[in-house]
């Protein structure tokens, strides 16, 4: 009864193993022109008015306009600051309330490209797993 079983295990094993090496392609369908919108790109086109562009690359120039904008206004933060801190006129509180805004500033420009180095990471695995080329 354990032989039955070890041999019956073995035989699945082994005919699991064949099955991997030996497989082949699946050819059920050929690929379509335009495998971005399912073969229903001129609808699409048509419906949205967004053309065909990829909608990865639609996110991330988003996102890297967005980080953009952002880092704008920090740089803008830290003009400010600068400017209040030389108009302070000697008034203590004033010129550490203008520091503190510059190092808010300072923080804020370090979070954004943080955010733009993760953000270029992830978009580029997402391109890699899908075997795209990246255009970023």
Do not use: C, H
Not at 8 to 29: E, K, M, V, Y
Not at 85 to 111: K, N, P, Q, T, Y
């Amino acid at each position: 009864m354990k032989n039955k079983k070890i041999k019956l295990l073995l035989f699945i094993i082994i005919l699991n193993a064949a099955g991997l090496f030996f497989g082949s392609a699946a050819l059920a369908q050929s690929e379509a022109d335009n495998l971005l919108w399912g073969g229903f790109e001129s609808n699409v086109q048509e419906t949205t008015g967004l053309g065909n562009e990829d909608p990865r690359e639609i996110v991330a120039q988003v996102i890297n306009i967005l980080l953009g904008f952002l880092g704008i206004i920090a740089v803008l933060i830290i003009i400010l600051g600068g400017f209040r801190w030389m108009l302070s006129g000697g008034d203590s509180e004033r010129a550490d309330e203008s520091r503190r805004m510059i190092v808010s500033g300072i923080l804020g420009i370090l979070l954004i490209l943080a955010a733009f180095a993760i953000a270029q990471f992830v978009l580029n695995s997402l391109y890699n797993a899908t075997n795209a080329i990246s255009k970023l």
